[in-house]
């Protein structure tokens, strides 16, 4: 109804604004995973959300790829490692909404720059893709052939998952997962997408947009989130590296 389409727009900006706010409290170098996942929690509470979801933060090379990964006591930004990946959400309201989002350490390397991007448009085009009627196996196809063209095509890391229902739970069908059996869309599901590109040592980049399905396409309930927040304004230790 209108009146849930008001509501989870309004939970997808109390999650963006709390973890704009958490991430701009960081010290990198000093803050650990931990740390980050309490001041998380603290911004959500001083929201006045109901619960949040235990963050994935992956803040090391060897982290960045593991899906599911609980925060741990590594520090943000050891040894002048420069992406932080973060997954997670909080609940109010009745519902739940999601976000990935990586944030660098100082201003991000041009080829950081470039993973993205891919991800921003890879995710618009598979907005583009989805309507009422559509079925989202195809979906899955037509947007893996579309990053298929781009110049970090090779780096496009969450090939056939590319995203899932939102709401009553932090993940619901349907899903936009090639493992699962084909659904077609109807009006008024709630999904996110969320393609990803990177490596483990430059990090993970994804581009996470909410989205309510409409009869003509869809209409976006999240911030279309263009630019990466700098955890420091010193530059990024990878900047300087060739693309």
Known sequence: SPTE?????DVCRQN???LTAALRKIAPGKTTELEFSRLFAEEAFRRHCENVQELSVRSTPQRIPLEHCP??????????????????????HGYYSYIERT???GIPSAHQSRLFKSALDTALFACSQIRS???TVEIIRATNA???????????VSR????GGLGLDPIEP??????????????????YVSPRFGTPELGYFPCTISLVVTDNGCQFLSSLIKDQIMLSSESSPLRNQTP
Not at 146 to 156: G, I, K, Q, T, V
Not at 160 to 163: E, F, H, K, S
Request: glycine letters at 12%.
């Open 103 to 105: 944030s660098t350490i």
């Open 146 to 156: 579309y990053a298929d063209h781009l110049s970090e095509a090779s780096h496009y």
């Open 160 to 163: 056939g998952n590319l995203g």
């Open 71 to 92: 925060a741990s006591e590594e520090i943000i930004g050891k040894n002048g490692f420069s992406p932080l990946f973060i997954s997670g959400g909080l609940f109010t």
């Open 5 to 9: 389409v008001r509501i989870l727009a």
């Open 16 to 18: 963006e604004d709390a």
């Open 174 to 191: 349907p899903y936009l997962l090639d493992t699962y059996p084909p659904t077609t869309l109807q009006s008024g599901m709630v999904l």
């Open 133 to 135: 009627g559509a079925n």
